[in-house]
């Protein structure tokens, strides 16, 4: 099949950066413009201080950074790595002028029609887009992935869903610098030190949960009817998030069968061909010190595709399940994320 072009809006990010990175030899798609803010009309070379330890894709190098607008942008898609507030004005623009946009910012995911979505964990929720393209008249449309640390939860919850039923989760996040862009935190801040707050992040990771888990019905999503509770810290990680879980089940634990749930957890998207879906998104570590940002961010046959879980316990009694989770933000949290729910969308020919 021809590649696809791909417009990536907001390139010089941190996010920005590893879509590029992670499409540079994509069979499917192929980077044809960039956007930003700052640095419109410079060379991408000049205008992203590059951040990863890869080479700058040479083609993009020399790629004028485009105003983050559809005005004359001639791509099959765009993929976009956009501050919120700048995505929540401009996304709709491009969905309007006919392009599909998947989204790694937070602006449009709550919104009623706009589909968040985990390939391995809600592929049907990409039917949201018929009800959405016919109620806001738009030719293209908006879909979104999680919050990096979202993305790390459902796909842990998901096995635990089906096997037990969940009544409550707590989650406690240790989350990477990397996970607020750049240049991001101060380093007078974070180094020797760990912040107990990230603007928005609990409220985040408890209504999208909800969201991901929920089911689809009439152009909606019904939200899973499970409680969350959340308490986000920023920890001096580079990348990688870890999450401590305690979970109540809606029946008595067996942790034998949770292990194999966990590890017989497949979820579709690789068996549909996604090119950057791993063979299996959930690595059980039985390890009792793992998993370790340092060690396992990069887990996964698609590296830093796969979510590492370890630590598996009983909580307060045997209705009750602890455990670690962890994943590699900016790749699964957010570029791979974006891309391979590209993928699935090619793949029901949405896109
Ligand atoms: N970092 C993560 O782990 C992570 C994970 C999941 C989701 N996200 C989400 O992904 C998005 C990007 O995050 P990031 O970490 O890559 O942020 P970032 O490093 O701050 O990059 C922001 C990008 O947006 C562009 N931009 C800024 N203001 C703009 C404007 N007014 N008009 C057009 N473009 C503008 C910047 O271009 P210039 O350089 O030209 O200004 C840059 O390319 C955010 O919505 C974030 O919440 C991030």
Redesign the pocket.
């Known amino acids: 099949m021809r590649k696809k072009s791909v417009a990536v809006?907001?390139?010089?990010?941190?996010?920005?950066q590893r879509v590029c990175n992670m499409l540079r030899d994509h069979p499917w798609f192929e980077v044809t413009a960039l956007?930003?803010?700052?640095?419109?009309g410079k060379r991408y070379r000049e205008?992203a201080k590059w951040l990863l330890p890869a080479d700058m894709p040479e083609p993009l190098s020399e790629l004028e950074?485009r105003?983050?607008t559809p005005d004359g942008m001639e791509a099959d898609l765009a993929l976009s790595?956009?501050?919120?507030d700048?995505?929540r004005e401009?996304e709709p623009l491009f969905a309007e002028a006919g392009l599909p946009v998947v989204s790694?910012?937070?602006a449009l995911r709550m919104e009623e029609g706009v589909p968040l979505v985990v390939p391995e964990v809600n592929p049907d929720h990409v039917e949201l887009i018929a009800p959405q393209r016919r109620n806001r008249g738009w030719r293209g449309f908006v879909a979104t992935d999680p919050?990096?640390s979202t993305i790390n939860l459902v796909l842990a919850l998901k096995p635990l869903q089906e096997l037990l039923g969940i009544r409550k989760v707590i989650v406690t996040t240790m989350q990477a610098i990397?996970?607020?862009?750049?240049p991001g935190v101060p380093s007078l801040d974070i180094l020797d030190n760990i912040i107990p707050y990230i603007d928005g992040e609990e409220g985040k990771m408890r209504t999208e949960t909800l969201k991901i888990l929920g089911h689809l019905e009439a152009g909606g999503v019904r939200g899973a009817p499970f409680a969350v509770a959340a308490a986000c810290n920023r920890v001096p990680v580079y990348d990688g998030h870890t999450e401590a879980v305690y979970l109540e089940a809606e029946e008595r634990v067996d942790l034998d069968d949770v292990r194999e749930a966990f590890r017989n957890f497949r979820g579709g998207a690789h068996d549909l061909g996604l090119p950057t879906a791993p063979e299996a998104p959930v690595i059980l570590r039985e390890e009792e010190d793992r998993p370790q940002p340092r060690l396992d961010r990069m887990a996964g046959t698609v590296p830093g595709m796969s979510v590492s879980v370890g630590r598996l316990r009983h909580g307060i009694d045997e209705w009750s399940l602890q455990f670690v989770v962890l994943g590699h933000?900016?790749i699964r949290?957010?570029a791979g994320g974006a891309i391979s729910l590209a993928e699935l969308l090619v793949a029901k020919g949405w896109i």
């Open positions: 809006l907001g390139a010089t990010g941190a996010v920005g956007t930003g803010g700052a640095s419109i205008a950074v105003p983050s790595a956009l501050p919120a700048v995505a401009v790694n910012a937070s919050n990096c990397s996970g607020a862009g750049y933000n900016t949290g957010a």
